[in-house]
């Protein structure tokens, strides 16, 4: 059974720093595409950032220049760098990825979600 924990939120001040962690858990072969993705109060969850088992990433505009992510694959870790935070940045956090197990000789892919984490900015 594959999990994804994320951790590392909190509550800052506008124009400090955090660091999330997303680590996967269980039988995992592979990472593939991971990323994060946000929901504020009221509002739909949203893309944030996210990074292919390449490296290759992609941001929101909201975020570009303030955030990035990356990863440890030997970890099975997932990391975003929060900087430059605004209080528009509010939200329960998510971790998203796409894992790839065995069930025997079978292999298989399928898309996790962790639990969230909350970002508190405000003065």
């Known amino acids: 059974q594959v999990q994804l924990v994320e951790s590392g939120g909190g509550l800052v001040q506008p124009g400090e720093s955090l660091r999330l962690s997303c680590v996967a858990t269980?039988?995992?072969?592979?990472?593939?595409?991971m990323g994060w993705y946000r929901q504020a109060p009221g509002k739909q969850r949203e893309l944030v950032a996210t990074?292919?088992?390449?490296?290759?990433?992609n941001y929101a505009d909201s975020v570009k220049g303030r955030f990035a992510i990356s990863r440890d694959d030997a970890k099975n870790t997932m990391y975003l760098q929060m900087n430059s935070l605004k209080p528009e940045d509010t939200a329960v956090y998510y971790c998203?990825?796409?894992?790839?197990?065995?069930?025997?000789?079978?292999?298989?892919?399928?898309?996790?979600w962790g639990q969230g984490t909350q970002v508190t900015v405000s003065s």
């Open positions: 990074i292919t088992s390449g490296g290759r990433t």
């Open positions: 998203n990825g796409d894992v790839g197990t065995y069930s025997g000789t079978y292999y298989y892919s399928r898309d996790y």
């Open positions: 269980g039988s995992i072969f592979s990472m593939n595409t």
